[in-house]
């Protein structure tokens, strides 16, 4: 049976199993780092459910940093008609990429 979460971090939720590699929002760490996940709002394993009101309470997941990276380009274009209004800004957001290593579960 696979054990799974839902952790919460840059202000969105992702669901998490062991191995998995996910994108998240910038974290202040270097590569090779390892990081401590403590807002666990769901877990599942073990043939039981945890839901946490609103995190579950000794449930954890530790990730290790594989790198920084920069999102791909998004190009904002702002027009007003009739006007002699345009403007274009483009935005690369900062993310780090990690690799779950553990889920611990109460």
Do not use: C, N
Not at 89 to 104: A, N, P, V
């Amino acid at each position: 049976m696979s054990i799974y979460a839902i952790v919460k971090t840059g202000g969105k939720q992702y669901r998490v199993a062991e191995g998995d590699t996910l994108q998240v929002e910038k974290l202040e760490v270097k590569s090779g780092d390892e990081v401590k996940l403590d807002e666990v709002l769901f877990a599942k394993g073990d043939g039981k459910s945890l839901a946490g009101r609103p995190h579950v309470l000794g449930a954890s997941v530790t990730a290790q940093v594989i790198r920084q990276l920069r999102a791909p380009k998004l190009i904002v274009f702002k027009m007003r008609q009739k006007k002699v209004y345009k403007k274009t800004q483009g935005h690369r957001q900062w993310l780090t990429e990690l690799r779950i290593k553990q889920i611990s579960l109460p």
